[in-house]
């Protein structure tokens, strides 16, 4: 047996999370197939526990958190990138719940689908409107008009700053293409996401635009789940799933994540962030095979390598 093809069954053995996301992206199986395994996400492993962790008041908590509505927020874009099927029942109730009880109470008692004021968390924010059908104009306007001079988005540039933010970018980057592929065709949102990404690309993912050094050696390890952070893994993971095609520039992030694969064709968790905004399993534990990392690798060097 291939190291691919045993990387691939080790895969399919996942959680339903990782199945019909792998039978999608690296099978090729048919719509319907793939479609009857993400059935299984509202009702059975990683899917149904986040669920079940919701209150009935539509938040989402964890004995720390970074701040108050991060488990809320962090739970909703865990359950996206699971894939539950935002058609189903249960994503359905999930989200009124959310709309009905969840509020920003230190910014005006805005609705949690219209945002606060910083555009990473925006940027979050839009990504699980937009997934799950409820989608704030107000929220993308705002994010639209924050956009920098050189393409991206920083949280500090109410305090003053002219440069973007890796990390702040990326959020926004991920919101403004959910956004597309949830709603439709906006010149406005296709524009300002491609001077974003050109910022990224500009830049080879890593890199200082004024002395060309890397910016942070933690980027080339990949943690899971990332919350508002960035890493290369994330950057090319969001350019394959905006159609972006082989580029010159990509070469250095490609190749680390090629260095990154082990010996049996599987990819270790990077050192997770300090906090867990979720409280589920997800993986085995730093510096271990995660069906999280391989897949998320697999897909981008398919799809771009």
Not at 95 to 124: K, L, M, S, Y
Not at 137 to 145: A, E, F, H, T, W
Request: charged letters at 25%; glycine letters at 10%.
């Amino acid at each position: 047996m291939s190291t691919e093809s045993s990387t691939v069954r080790w895969l399919l053995r996942g959680d339903p999370a990782i199945r019909w996301q792998t039978l999608r992206d690296l099978v090729g199986a048919p719509t319907a197939e793939y479609e009857a395994e993400r059935a299984d996400v509202a009702m059975r492993g990683w899917g149904a526990e986040l669920l079940a962790r919701q209150s009935d008041d539509g938040r989402w908590r964890v004995e720390r958190a970074e701040w108050p509505l991060a488990p809320t927020l962090y739970s909703l874009q865990l359950l996206r990138q699971c894939g539950l099927d935002p058609r189903s029942e249960q994503a359905r109730r999930a989200i009124a719940r959310v709309q009905e009880g969840v509020r920003w109470e230190f910014w005006g008692d805005a609705p949690f689908f219209d945002g606060e004021v910083e555009p990473c968390i925006n940027g979050g924010v839009l990504a699980v409107g937009a997934y799950f059908g409820v989608a704030s104009s107000k929220l993308l306007d705002r994010l639209l008009g924050e956009q920098l001079a050189d393409g991206g988005w920083n949280c500090e540039a109410e305090n003053g700053s002219v440069r973007s933010s890796f990390h702040t970018t990326i959020c926004v980057l991920e919101g403004l293409l959910e956004y597309e592929r949830s709603i439709g065709p906006a010149p406005a949102v296709t524009q300002a996401r491609l001077r974003a990404e050109e910022y990224l690309l500009e830049r080879g993912l890593l890199r200082r635009a004024s002395t060309g050094k890397v910016i942070d050696t933690y980027w080339t390890r990949f943690p899971f789940p990332t919350y508002w952070r960035y890493d290369v893994l994330r950057a090319l993971e969001h350019l394959c799933a905006a159609g972006r095609g082989p580029d010159p520039r990509l070469s250095e992030p490609l190749g680390i994540v090629r260095r990154r694969r082990r010996q049996d064709g599987r990819w270790s968790l990077g050192e997770p962030y300090g906090f867990d905004h979720h409280g589920v399993a997800l993986d085995p534990g730093r510096g271990k095979p995660s069906r999280w990392v391989t897949l998320r690798a697999a897909r981008v060097l398919k799809h771009l390598g």
